[in-house]
């Protein structure tokens, strides 16, 4: 199988919004007027990102997933990506399901395949997203101002969980780890949510490499600090959504540390005014996305965790660097 | 140095037209009223695309080089960028030639860095490009007629001297070898002359994988046939555009094989009404580049290479393919 053969095989669809279908030099792509687009670029790397017997399926899925929710995190809808893949060989049956999974939720999200670039070399997935969000109305890192709530979508720490069983330093029920694996390998981007807050959130950012570091980003940009309180933040782990009542197989300590320092939990991270309190909730209610207040924005700068008693945790946790 | 480090030290520039600077989840880029978007990807891996001991500077060079040169086969102007690399270790002495390189070219463009990625892994290069060009004026591929003539910019063939060279296949003297490998690892892409063919070009692409392989996608996508006429071809070969009289160094067969099925040359190929042919020579004139007229377009399906007699030659070429 050649490279156009296999472009054509898996990845040509019929063409929607974009002016041309893939296999011209350039896609041509013409936001809305008054729309900015905006751009966002992951690169997954075998070995680094993904364990070279992931499931095809759940990777294409994966390899998406993290760049629609970098447009979520911005308050974008998504319109289109390109894709630049490098593979060991063309192989049909890795190609098929891979291009399948990347394909369905492409489509769950309106979201175009107009072109991009296959070449051999170690497997490497590099896919660049274009989302529309009218002009002035993305959420930033820089907005967060004191007084105002920091919340957090979903669940964090699952995915976390579910890579440390696979890597054997952890071990939890099945049902856990069955549940907590689905987020590791098939993370749901936060995209309704995300469109939602807009003119509602004041910051925002994905959860990708742990969330105190992620929101070290937005208190940084935004000239802030910030109090986490560690009981509302241990509401945030649920093993995908599902309690268990298994809590009690893995101590409060991993538990915790999973939920602030976790990575690849792909919700968002984000602050709004506490006068907008309901209006958050019912924004998220309408996205059918949870969300949980964790703490407050502060002027003082710096991160801060208090317990239930409010003293604050000296533990430092490390956020995600992929050259640390 | 980490991950954030490494990309404030060297990627890091003031804020020109990206409505956010590198940092955010994503970029914000407006095209202006009445303009679409062009966006090409190319990716390049160690091995495969580049030697592992390459001058990281040229090689900053031909990343963003292959990506403009799609811009240019597309009539769009340079507008910003996104980079994913993919490194074994943060390196230093490697990232700060390979940024210089890389980010004297888009300065050069008015080409804005605008976001990526940057992660552990083999090394491995993506960017993505966007470009913009008047709605509706995008030169395609679809576009070639019969009785258009077929012209190539620049020169063909050297890339393939100076790689044969360093892989100890062919030999040349060092001058041409100078000249050549300069074309091989700092190509120029035909960003002045594209843009000054729209309107006049019915359509174009640009050559990378080799002339009649690149020619073979306007053919198919045009519904039409072509003749190249060697003689003609041959005068595309001029080791970097510096005529040497070493010419009889390389036998005629093999400098015929670079011109026609070399690869790695980002000229432009583009077909253009008999009747403007001085309109193309004057707009070739105003960009600084050299265009050759090399045979044209026919009803007859198919590409058939003539000599200088006019009979048909029927040796065939192998065009560049990822996956052969």
Redo the contacts between chains.
């Keep these: 199988?050649?490279?156009?053969e296999?472009i054509d095989r898996f990845f040509k669809r019929p063409v929607q919004r974009n002016?041309?279908g893939v296999?011209?030099?350039?896609?041509?792509?013409?936001?809305a007027?008054g729309?900015?687009?905006?751009?966002?670029?992951?690169?997954l790397?075998?070995?680094?990102?993904f364990f070279p017997d992931v499931n095809p399926f759940t990777l294409g899925h994966k390899a998406l997933a993290v760049n629609l929710s970098?447009?979520a995190?911005?308050g974008?809808r998504p319109l289109?990506f390109?894709?630049?893949?490098?593979?060991p060989?063309?192989d049909a049956a890795w190609l098929e399901p891979f291009s399948r999974g990347l394909l369905a939720l492409a489509d769950a999200h309106g979201c175009e395949l107009?072109?991009?670039?296959?070449?051999?070399?170690?497997r490497?997935i590099?896919i660049?997203v274009?989302?529309e969000?009218p002009?002035g109305q993305?959420l930033?890192?820089?907005g967060a101002r004191a007084g105002d709530d920091l919340w957090v979508s979903g669940t964090l720490g699952d995915a976390r969980i579910a890579l440390e069983v696979l890597r054997g330093t952890l071990q939890a029920p099945a049902a856990v780890f069955d549940a907590a694996r689905v987020r590791l390998e098939q993370p749901t981007p936060r995209v309704g949510l995300g469109q939602a807050l807009r003119g509602l959130a004041t910051a925002?950012?994905?959860v990708s490499d742990g969330l105190l570091g992620d929101l070290g980003?937005i208190l940084r940009?935004s000239g802030v600090g910030a109090t986490v309180e560690t009981v509302l933040a241990m509401e945030l782990i649920a093993y995908g959504g599902h309690s268990t009542g298994a809590a009690g197989q893995l101590s409060a300590e991993v538990q915790l540390e999973c939920v602030l320092a976790g990575g690849d939990d792909y919700e968002l991270a984000f602050t709004a005014p506490a006068a907008q309190r309901a209006a958050v909730q019912a924004a998220a209610a309408e996205a059918g996305t949870r969300v949980t207040r964790i703490g407050r924005i502060e002027a003082e700068p710096g991160l801060r965790l208090v317990d239930a008693q409010g003293a604050p945790l000296q533990r430092r946790y490390a956020s995600f660097?992929?050259?640390?």
């Design positions: 199988m050649g490279e156009f296999l002016a041309l296999g011209d030099d350039c896609a041509l792509l013409a936001p007027q729309m900015q687009l905006a751009v966002s670029c992951d690169m790397v075998e070995g680094r990102h970098d447009l995190a911005c974008a289109a390109t894709l630049a893949l490098a593979l060989r063309a107009v072109g991009g670039d296959t070449t051999r070399g170690p490497t590099c660049t274009f989302g969000v002009a993305a930033l890192r820089s925002a950012i994905d980003h940009q660097d992929h050259f640390a």
